[in-house]
């Protein structure tokens, strides 16, 4: 812009124009209010519910169409044997020392596999040494070493609990691993720049970054131990006349009780519901969807 140019433009200054801001309600969309319906199908919780109360029906249904209850009874009559078996308080006993069991092979599980864990990422031959071992047991079911356990640590909870830990370890330190490992090089850097190492490094930089891997790995391990132990307690029920849920289930079977045998089904699927809602969704919650991991 040449002198003249900007002399005719100070002289002429472009005037100001002020826009006043009309309020009218039929000018667009700013927030439409939810349906009823709407609200409903986005809250999980609600659609989990109907999703039970769906499969429930189904099976009320069902069984009065078969109308035979030694094959598979109603589910009136089901609840009904429900709470039977806790008003006696049978039903009770028999969960809490499952829990007690899987508990306590579960927490030893997992504190073998942050020792392998630790020692795979620690030397090269503990790398090598866990990939060897998760590769020859982890497809071995748990519950066929429940014989060599039986031999080896009598008719007590030390069989159940053996066979509890070989389902949880291998999972748990599969996924701890592979979670580990995944961690990128330019988070690893930005550690090693904030001077992070040791326990430290790996309690802010490792341990967040594989979070996701390794809560899965706690996840299946859970499941393996659950189901492990309801058949290892069959089984070991049957030997010793004691147990958990699964000697409850195989005593009503043996009596020919059909609806106390689902009642124990039952009480299984229902712990496993509130162990996967009430405390791995709160832990998902709390940590990797805070930080964006998932959605």
Partial sequence: MNDASRAAVQSNPRPEYILQTELNKEFGVVEKPLTTWERLYNNGAARKTFLLVALGLIWEWYAQRLNNPLLVPTLSETLAAFWNAIYRGELPGRAV??????????????????????????????????????????????????????????????????????????????????????????????????????????TKVLIPAAFPSILTGLKIGWAFAWRTLIAAELVYGAASGKGGLGWFIYEAKNQLEIPVVFAGLFTVIMIGLLVENLIFRSIESRTVRRWGMQT
Avoid: K
Wanted: aromatic share 10%; glycine share 12%; no cysteine.
């Fill in 97 to 202: 020392t499952s829990i007690r069991l899987l508990l306590q092979g579960y927490a030893i599980g997992l504190g073998l596999a942050l020792v392998f864990t630790a020692t795979a990422m620690t030397f090269r031959l503990g790398n090598d040494l866990l990939e060897t071992l998760t590769s020859m047991f982890n497809p071995l079911p748990a519950i066929a070493l429940l014989p060599l356990a039986l031999i080896w640590f009598g008719l007590g909870d030390n069989s159940i609990i053996f066979v509890v830990v070989h389902s949880v370890l291998w999972a748990v330190a599969l996924n701890t691993h592979s979670g580990f490992r995944s961690v990128s090089n330019t988070l690893r850097m930005v550690g090693r720049n904030y001077g992070l190492g040791g326990i430290g490094f790996v």
